[in-house]
């Protein structure tokens, strides 16, 4: 089994709200990934996670903040978002990073009004 | 620095037809190199994988590539394509060592369109 789930599946949100994004594997990988898609371009990386501590920072916001409470689950808290951040965002998870496989979710569609 | 090339921002190709996507790399070291696939508004499926050995890969979907080191190319081949195999495909090559760890260098992607 190489499933990633994630939800919600669709988010709309205004700039002032306070919004969580989920991600969740079990099949005991302990790299977790959160990219940011935009249409017609490829996923761009935001956060990686490696036995639930964050190892890579791409730089973003603090309006993103990344959890990891266990090495399945992963979240994506979102806060005082913008117009431009409206985009799919996608999970994924490999066994440990080092040049693994990368298993995607299925994204979740994200707009902010 | 590690980066990877798809030439071809868009292929059409008539059902049954052959296809070959391009995908040309740069990276220092041996590469892990990675084909996806991505329908609109989905995650990426992993459609195959290089890391060493064989140099010729078969994927799903009846899908191969092969790794060319002299010519830093991982092309993705079909011999007869099927109107569902029309998404987004993008090549990526990933990176093992250091600050580096994990992360994976995508192409800007290919869209491919089939002609029925």
């Known amino acids: 089994d190489t499933e990633v789930t994630q939800t919600p599946k669709h988010l709309v949100m205004g700039m002032t709200n306070k919004k969580s994004l989920k991600c969740e594997q079990h099949m005991g990988h302990r790299a977790m990934y959160w990219y940011k898609q935009k249409a017609k371009k490829p996923p761009e990386l935001m956060f990686v996670y490696s036995y639930e501590k964050l190892s890579i920072n791409e730089s973003v916001p603090s309006r993103f903040s990344p959890e990891c409470p266990n090495s399945s689950l992963l979240n994506l808290h979102l806060h005082a978002l913008q117009p431009e951040d409206s985009a799919l965002y996608l999970c994924?998870?490999?066994?440990?990073?080092?040049?693994?496989?990368?298993?995607f979710g299925p994204g979740t569609r994200l707009t902010v009004l | 620095a590690q980066s990877v090339t798809q030439p071809d921002i868009h292929i059409t190709v008539s059902e049954g037809a052959s296809l070959e996507l391009r995908c040309n790399y740069s990276?220092?070291?041996?590469?892990?190199l990675f084909w996806y696939v991505q329908s609109p508004g989905q995650g990426l499926q992993l459609l195959l994988k290089y890391f060493s050995g064989d140099t010729l890969v078969q994927g799903i979907k009846g899908f191969e590539a092969e790794f060319k080191r002299s010519q830093s190319s991982f092309n993705l081949r079909k011999p007869s394509v099927h109107w569902s195999d029309a998404a987004e495909y993008f090549c990526?090559?990933?990176?093992?060592?250091?600050?580096?760890?994990?992360?994976?260098?995508f192409g800007r992607g290919t869209q491919l369109t089939v002609w029925p």
């Open positions: 990276y220092g070291a041996t590469p892990y």
């Open positions: 990526a090559v990933g990176a093992g060592r250091g600050s580096t760890l994990g992360r994976l260098y």
């Open positions: 994924a998870s490999s066994r440990q990073g080092i040049g693994d496989t990368q298993y």
